[in-house]
């Protein structure tokens, strides 16, 4: 696994844990009603949801290509587009999309809600699938693939981290709230970017 392979694929994982959702919504609720712990507690639970589905995307992916390369390679295909399509998802103001929770959250200690937030998240593992079947290879060792299920993980807790201080050292949750839109735009732009060149990288390698 070359550097530039890690960094494109560690530029999706990072504009996956940025993208605003009920997750940040998480985190920014549990480091103001609470404290900066309760905050770090729920970002460390939900990066171990991330490992989970990271986990068994990449099982899953990697018997797939073991044993049906066709299936792969239509998975991939289909991945990349799905990318492409997220992509402009994210490029479509909704303003509607408020980043609300649940009432019933407020009962869980902080650990357990991050965790579930995410591991009863069906579209992370769709998430997990679209870009694992862009980076797993037929020659990809354990190593690579711990990498690979690291890099989500790391990069999903670190940036909820970093939230949780953010918005009770400094005070930034009404930036993030009123910034989102800004955010998810952006993210737009550079996954569609990504998703072309995974997206080129498959019809090159395999009609050209």
């Not at 993980?153 to 949750?173: E, H, N, P, Q, R």
């Amino acid at each position: 696994m070359t550097f530039f392979f890690w960094m494109q694929f560690a530029a999706v994982c990072v504009i996956g844990a940025m993208s605003p959702g009920p997750s940040l919504a998480l985190i920014i609720r549990n480091s103001i009603q609470f404290n900066r712990l309760a905050g770090i507690l729920s970002s460390i639970g939900h990066a171990i949801g991330i490992c989970i589905y990271a986990t068994l995307s990449i099982l899953g992916l990697h018997f797939i290509l073991t044993t049906n390369i066709f299936l792969f390679n239509l998975i991939e295909f289909t991945g990349s587009c799905f990318l492409i399509f997220l992509g402009f998802l994210f490029l479509k103001d909704n303003n509607n999309d408020k980043l609300d929770l649940e009432s019933d959250q407020k009962n869980l200690n902080s650990f357990f809600q991050g965790f579930m937030i995410s591991i009863l998240n069906p579209k992370i593992l769709i998430w997990f699938a679209a870009i694992y079947s862009q980076f797993i290879q037929i020659e990809s060792t354990i190593f690579t693939s711990t990498i690979l299920i690291l890099t989500a993980s790391v990069i999903d807790g670190a940036w909820y981290v970093i939230v949780a201080f953010a918005v009770t050292s400094y005070g930034l949750k009404d930036f993030f709230l009123q910034k989102r839109n800004k955010i998810q735009k952006i993210s737009g732009v550079v996954l569609i970017f990504i998703a072309i060149l995974l997206l080129y990288k498959l019809i090159k390698t395999n009609f050209l």
